[in-house]
T-cell receptor, first 112, second 115 residues
Framework: KQEVTQIPAALSVPEGENLVLNCSFTDSAIYNLQWFRQDPGKGLTSLLLIQSSQREQTSGRLNASLDKSSGRSTLYIAASQPGDSATYLCAVINQAGTALIFGKGTTLSVSS | AAGVIQSPRHLIKEKRETATLKCYPIPRHDTVYWYQQGPGQDPQFLISFYEKMQSDKGSIPDRFSAQQFSDYHSELNMSSLELGDSALYFC???WGEGGYNSPLHFGNGTRLTVT
């Protein structure tokens, strides 16, 4: 059964710092991996999608990498801003299914 | 750009009542997914539809049912509501079955409170 783990569960940094969020999954047979952002009580906003054949994706200050063989992904946020404060969720789609399987998220707090 | 629309935003029901949640996907998206997120929990997959047919089934209780209509909107019907059904219910849509090549886009959710 696929399990997705995110470390750390919470992270507090001062504005301007670069940071890395980690995601690991137990079954490497995935179709893709997606990073989401969720603000409290709000919906999920898709940040980046990495196909299983890809190594990384970039969007603005965000860069996500994927190492399928080791079951790991990282989300790199450059020059963090207070507006980046949110919960970041990693999710995978298994080759055998269609459902996103989520990690429990990393709650990021960026102080000004 | 148009997003996934969910209604209602908030819903309060009593135990044993029924509830219907609606989801309107992004135009031209043919796949709809339903997720349940309990307080402090990660989203759990309930069910998905592709081209109006059930595509995949997750941890959806037998008391719940869903369907996708000809205009691709979807409804989640929940009966015999229990206190534990209180959660945020998200709908997501994508183009193509399974979200393999296009990302899932989520709505803002319906917050269901069962009293």
């Amino acid at each position: 059964k696929q399990e997705v783990t995110q470390i750390p569960a919470a992270l507090s940094v001062p504005e301007g710092e670069n940071l890395v969020l980690n995601c690991s999954f137990t079954d490497s047979a995935i179709y893709n991996l997606q990073w989401f952002r969720q603000d409290p009580g709000k919906g999920l906003t898709s940040l980046l999608l990495i196909q299983s054949s890809q190594r990384e994706q970039t969007s603005g200050r965000l860069n996500a990498s994927l190492d399928k063989s080791s079951g790991r992904s990282t989300l790199y946020i450059a020059a963090s801003q207070p507006g980046d404060s949110a919960t970041y969720l990693c999710a995978v789609i298994n080759q055998a299914g269609t459902a996103l399987i989520f990690g429990k998220g990393t709650t990021l707090s960026v102080s000004s | 750009a148009a997003g996934v629309i969910q209604s209602p935003r908030h819903l309060i029901k009593e135990k044993r009542e029924t509830a219907t949640l609606k989801c309107y996907p992004i135009p031209r998206h043919d796949t709809v997914y339903w997720y349940q997120q309990g307080p402090g929990q990660d989203p759990q997959f309930l069910i998905s539809f592709y081209e109006k047919m059930q595509s995949d089934k997750g941890s959806i209780p037998d008391r719940f049912s869903a369907q996708q209509f000809s205009d691709y909107h979807s409804e989640l019907n929940m009966s015999s509501l229990e206190l534990g059904d209180s959660a945020l219910y998200f709908c997501a849509s994508s183009w193509g079955e399974g979200g393999y090549n296009s990302p899932l886009h989520f709505g803002n959710g319906t917050r269901l409170t069962v009293t």
